[in-house]
């Protein structure tokens, strides 16, 4: 709701929880350096939410199958086949990683949670997570600590780069 968005308590909180949520400098550094993570006007951005359409592109170039072949035309609705994502979604949907939102619908701009980009990886593992706690598996597994996924409520481009960066070191794809 826009009054509540727009009320300084809420500016407060957001500002506060911004201050005290770790950002993975040198995880995001080193996938950058490998040419995974690439910034934008304000550099890494790593307190920046990830959309679902983002967060999908950076985990298809990290699995290695950016090159894979795919369909021309979308599979998805809500996503042109002339967009810069399209590729992507296609790719993640062949490989089983992405099913979209339902109804066709991929919803690319909407933001992605912790456990729903967990789940994605996931399924890159051939396993069928529950997407809402498949954030929780990477805690049990030592990916993460259970407080590291507890502040992943607001997952940011920090937070993908610390699960991709552990999970490549985890040889998970």
Known sequence: DAEVQNSP???VLSKLVLETKPTYDAEAESLQSDGLLKGNE?????LKPLT??????ILVRAMGY???QTSAASYFADIKS???GAKYANIAKDKGIAAGVGDDMFAPDETITASQ???LILRNMGEDPDWQTAIDTFAERGLITAEQAEKMDLFTRGDMAKII??????NMF
Do not use: H
């Not at 304000?42 to 790593?46: R, T």
């Not at 960066?165 to 985890?170: D, G, H, N, T």
């Open 82 to 84: 002339d967009n810069w």
């Open 42 to 46: 304000n550099g890494l951005d790593l």
């Open 52 to 57: 679902r359409i983002e967060a999908t592109a």
């Open 9 to 11: 308590y809420s500016q």
């Open 66 to 68: 950016e090159d894979s």
């Open 117 to 119: 980009f967990a789940t």
């Open 165 to 170: 960066f552990e999970a490549k070191q985890k």
